[in-house]
């Protein structure tokens, strides 16, 4: 499962970058990778680095499925329109 710090950090990311027609977009994918089942379908990365006299440890979970957004048939109906 994410640790709840993962989440927390994702969302003011996404937060900083999602406008108004991507709304729905943080709940997606926050619901995502909450899941277990899911996540075991991703691909997986984490890495340990020593920076600004910290230790600082990143993790990464990756995936092409979309299947699961929401929004994607907009975004589709977006991309032959353009």
Do not use: H
């Amino acid at each position: 499962m994410v640790p709840s710090e993962f989440l927390e950090n994702f969302q003011k990311q996404w937060n900083k970058m999602l406008n108004s027609n991507q709304e729905n977009l943080l709940e997606d994918v926050s619901l995502y990778f909450s899941e277990d089942e899911f996540l075991k379908k991703c691909a997986y990365k984490k890495t340990v680095e020593k920076a600004r006299g910290k230790i600082e440890k990143r993790e990464y979970w990756q995936t092409d499925d979309i299947s699961w957004l929401s929004q994607k048939k907009e975004w589709a109906d977006e991309r032959r329109s353009s």
